[in-house]
């Protein structure tokens, strides 16, 4: 009896190590989105693999992070980007793939740093737009958003510490966090930039994958989720975007054909 109550006790604890040990939920503790009610969101492949979100800007152009793809083109690697889809596996009549014309990544940003973590891909051809595929309206104004704001956040990337990925479309609510608090030594200790904006992260957050995707408050893209390295979920590292509205003038110019500063 004293050996079956030791054997279950050391059962115990091993749970509560593993349950410690791994991050809580999906998109991390968000649930599946319903079918095609983000008709803007992208899934930026590379030879066929999903590495990161993008969202839709105009017919030709998807915003995504900059560090998504600062290892390629390699030889024999390709990238695509897939939008008017729920499922990345399953036929659905809306998808469609399309071949990347131009690769613009931020002209500052660098693989040491998530300063200016931006990406356009200018697509091969104009995206056929419908129900399914729609532009998401972004922030052109360079203002802040306020403190406490409930924003949306969607994407394809991990659910799971083992590096599960999902098949079909998750998505979560966070709430906006003032930049001072974000920059307090407990949390980022003076990193956010005036460029960047912070969101909650207890239990809920966005993970490996879901980097390039849009941070939606009041049915605007506000923010691009960064790619840089995190422990998702930890409520002492928040979760780190990219405020669109502050790079208004180099997104406008390179879709206008400008050159990219």
């Not at 356009?120 to 972004?138: F, H, I």
């Amino acid at each position: 009896m004293t050996h079956l109550s030791v054997r279950l006790a050391a059962l115990i604890l091993l749970g509560v190590a593993l349950c410690a040990a791994q991050p809580r939920g999906r998109i991390l503790g968000g649930r599946e989105a319903q079918s095609h009610q983000r008709p803007y969101m992208a899934s930026v492949q590379v030879n066929g693999t999903h590495v990161c979100g993008g969202f839709l800007v105009a017919e030709q152009w998807v915003l995504s992070a900059a560090h998504c793809l600062e290892d390629v083109p390699r030889p024999n690697e390709t990238v695509k980007v897939l939008l008017g889809a729920h499922s990345l596996s399953q036929p659905e009549p809306s998808k469609h793939l399309y071949d990347v014309l131009r690769a613009v990544p931020h002209p500052d940003s660098r693989p040491d740093t998530i300063d200016h973590d931006l990406l356009l891909l200018q697509l091969s051809e104009n995206a056929t737009l419908g129900p399914e595929v729609k532009p998401l309206p972004w922030q052109h104004e360079d203002r802040e958003v306020a403190a406490g704001t409930l924003c949306d956040v969607a994407g394809w990337g991990i659910v799971s510490h083992t590096g599960r990925r999902p098949d079909r479309l998750q998505y979560l609510l966070l709430r906006v966090m003032d930049r001072a608090t974000c920059n307090l030594r407990k949390y980022h200790d003076g990193t956010i930039t005036e460029r960047m904006m912070c969101a909650e992260s207890n239990r809920k957050d966005t993970c490996k994958g879901d980097s390039g995707g849009p941070l939606v408050c009041n049915g605007v893209a506000e923010g691009v989720v960064t790619s840089g390295s995190r422990v998702c979920g930890n409520p002492k590292k928040p979760g780190i975007y990219t405020r669109v509205g502050s790079y208004r003038a180099w997104i406008e110019s390179i879709m206008d054909g400008g050159v990219a500063s």
